[in-house]
Structure formats: C-alpha cells, structure tokens
C-alpha cells in the first residue's frame, strides 16, 4: 500500500491510473479537491478496491496521522501543491500553506509513523517528494541545462515555495534521518491536464476559437514531458533510487513557447478543420507575466545513468496523443470550465 497526495490533481491523478494499470499494489489517495483536483479523472476507477480515495487536506496533522496507522503505507508519494505560477502572483499566501506548511505537516506525520516501524519497515520506507525544475531559477541562451547541483535560485512565489519544501525534505533526511528522495521535473503535459496552463489553455481556446494569448514575445522555453514519462520516473525512482538524492527529471525537449503553440496550431488544423480559417489566426500577444523565468532546461543524465530511465515519448507523438486526448474528452473539458474557472480567466487575462 502506498499513500498519494494530490492524487486527484493533473500529475497525482496519472500517476495513480498508471500505477494501478501495471500494478496491483493499493493506493490511499488523500486529496482535498481545491480547484484543481477532480475525481472525474478517477472516474475509472470506481468501485476498484485498489483506490481508497481520502477527502482531505495535508495541513490536517490529525487526519494524516490517522492515515498512517490505519492503512500502513511503504511510502508517501507528495504530489500536492499549489502549481500554477500565475495563480501564486495573485494570491501566493494558499501557496505558502499548502507547498510549504502542508509539506512540514506531513514530514513530521511520516516521521513519527517511520519511527513507530519495525527494523525492516524502516528499512525500506519511502518519502518521495515530487518537485519542479523552477527551483533552479532561469537560465541564460547558453547556460547548461539544470543540473541536480545548479544552485536554487527560484523567481516566482510558487517556485520559492516549492524550494522552501525542497529544503524541508532534505532537512528532515539529513537532521532525523528520514527516508526521502526528491525529484525536479520540467514540465509536464497530457490527458487530463487543467486548461490554466499554457497547453491545454491553447487547444481548449482554440477549439472555441477564442484568443490563444502569448505572454511577452513567445520567445520564454521549457522543457516539456509526457506526463506518463514522469510518472515511470517516479516509480523508477522510487524503487532504485538512493536515498537523501534528487534526481532531475525531463524531456530533452526545449521549446520557445510560440512554436509550441504553432505545433498546436497546425495540428488542430489536420486533426479538427476550423471553416474560419487556420487556428495561428487566434494567436494573440498579451503582456507579459511578472519575473517571467527565461529558460528552463534539464540535464537528466543523472536518473538515466543510475537508474535507466528515460523518456518514450518525443514531443511529435505526445502532443499528438494529447490533442486526440482533448478532441476524444470534450465533457471533461466543461465540466472543469465551471463559474470558477471563468473566474480566474477574468483576473488573469482582463487586464493584458
Ligand atoms: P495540480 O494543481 O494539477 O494538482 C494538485 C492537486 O493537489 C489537486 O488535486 C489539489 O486538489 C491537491 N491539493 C492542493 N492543495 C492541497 C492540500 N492542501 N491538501 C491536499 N491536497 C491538495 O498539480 P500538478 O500539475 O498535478 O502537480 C503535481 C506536483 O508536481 C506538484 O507538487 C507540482 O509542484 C509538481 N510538478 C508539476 C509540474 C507540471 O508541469 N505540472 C512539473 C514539475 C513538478
Ligand atoms: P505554464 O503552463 O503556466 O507553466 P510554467 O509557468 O510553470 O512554466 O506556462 C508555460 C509557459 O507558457 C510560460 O513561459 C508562460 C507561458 N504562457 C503563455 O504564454 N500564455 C498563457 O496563457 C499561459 C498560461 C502561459
């Protein structure tokens, strides 16, 4: 049995459907279903007695607790944070309670469980820390990609913040000796992913045929990785990693956003036809974001030299499975479009 949290988010709600597709091994899934946590994405398994799903916040010590002693996980995997960046520049407080309290919360929850294990329980258990390459701050044209040594340099209030819980892990392992490993992905992209980032935000614009606005010149790159290639990371190094580390995970797979947006573009018009004309018509320049990081980039030799893994997905056939992912999904789509949703359009984009 292994505890998620954030399971019914983007990447934790992936995880958990793949895990349970090659494994049979249980999952308690605390999750406290903010706005971007959805049990549709779970919706397949209903009824499977695989997945206990735990509605629930990771700042409730007592709850955490209590799912320790009675479901006796071999690992915590954390996935739940506050994640979106433009998000933290409007309101960044949700960002500090959750990525840095709800992490120390349950540091000192896994701790005082781990201590209560016998010998071999101790031995093997795991706290895996899920984290981002937007620690590492921005990188320069011709600076090296991030390696698991570049120093944390984050920009952003999520990003200090998902730093802040970086540094709590550590500590944790190094002071009390808990059992963690941490991984620094770049960013992720798939099924199910909540249309307020940059690649669902453009097919689910474009299909409606509403703007498609690029922040600054477009000219901004990340690293960008199928979601599941992330997810056979974790589990890669959840099973072979060594402990205290961290591993850096990503795509080889740098682009400026513009071109990706482009790629979506051109691939809407073969897959979706729009009789207005090609979908690039809708690109619309808005200001750009505040303390926009440049470049992030990942050198993941590390994770593929210890532990053999690397991604299976190029960008060509993940952005296409992924837009067949949204043509094939249009109900999961607006569901999620709620009042709240066009709530938080209304802030982030009025006034660009
Ligand atoms: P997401 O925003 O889609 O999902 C977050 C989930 O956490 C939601 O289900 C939400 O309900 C839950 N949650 C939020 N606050 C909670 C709380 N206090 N208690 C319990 N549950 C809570 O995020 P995501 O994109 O799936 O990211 C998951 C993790 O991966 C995060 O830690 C993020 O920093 C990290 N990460 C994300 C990316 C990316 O590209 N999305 C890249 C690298 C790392
Ligand atoms: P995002 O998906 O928010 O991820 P992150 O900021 O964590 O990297 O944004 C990816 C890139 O796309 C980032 O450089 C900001 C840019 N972007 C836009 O140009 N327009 C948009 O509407 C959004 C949401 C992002």
Redesign the pocket.
């Known amino acids: 049995m292994i505890l998620v949290?954030?399971?019914?988010?983007?990447?934790?709600g992936n995880f958990v459907l793949d895990w349970l597709d090659s494994l049979d091994e249980p999952i308690v899934n605390?999750?406290?279903?903010?706005y971007?946590?959805?049990l549709e994405t779970l919706a397949s398994l209903a009824g499977d007695p695989r997945h206990v799903f735990v509605q629930?916040?990771?700042?409730d010590r007592d709850l955490v607790g209590r799912l320790l002693a009675e479901h006796r996980p071999r690992a915590i995997l954390h996935?739940?944070?506050?994640?979106?960046v433009d998000r933290s520049i409007h309101g960044p407080g949700e960002f500090i309670r959750?990525n840095v309290e709800?992490t120390f919360v349950l540091l000192e929850a896994a701790r005082a469980y781990w201590q209560s294990l016998d010998p071999a329980g101790r031995e093997s258990f795991r706290f895996h820390h899920?984290?981002?390459?937007e620690v590492y701050g921005s990188l320069g044209p011709d600076d090296p990609p991030f390696a698991e040594s570049h120093p944390y340099e984050p920009n952003s209030p999520y990003s200090a913040s998902?730093a802040a819980s970086d540094h709590l892990v550590r500590a944790w392992h190094h002071t009390y000796g808990l059992p963690v490993i941490t991984t620094n992905?770049?960013?992720?992209y798939g099924p199910f992913h909540?249309p307020e980032?940059l690649i669902p935000l453009m097919i689910v614009n474009a299909l409606a045929g509403r703007p498609l606005p690029v922040y600054g010149d477009g000219r901004n790159v990340r690293d960008w990785l199928y979601v599941r290639d992330h997810c056979s990371a974790i589990r890669a190094v959840l099973a072979g990693g060594r402990l205290g580390e961290t591993y850096n995970v990503g795509g080889w797979n740098e682009k400026p956003n513009v071109e990706i947006v482009m790629t979506i573009c051109g691939l809407l018009d073969e897959m979706r036809p729009d009789p207005a004309g090609p979908y690039a018509r809708l690109v619309t320049y808005v200001a750009d974001r505040p303390g926009h990081d440049r470049r992030y980039a990942i050198d993941a030799r590390k994770i593929e030299r210890e532990l053999d893994w690397r991604p299976v997905e190029t960008f060509e056939s993940g952005i296409r499975k992924t837009i067949e992912w949204y043509l094939a999904h249009s109900g999961w789509v607006a569901n999620v479009q709620s009042g709240a949703y066009r709530d938080w359009v209304a802030t982030n984009y009025a006034s660009r």
């Open positions: 949290t954030g399971g019914a988010g983007f990447i934790g605390l999750d406290k279903l903010t971007a946590g959805n629930g916040d990771i700042c996935f739940a944070a506050e994640s979106h959750t709800g899920v984290s981002t390459d998902k992905c770049s960013n992720n909540f980032k």
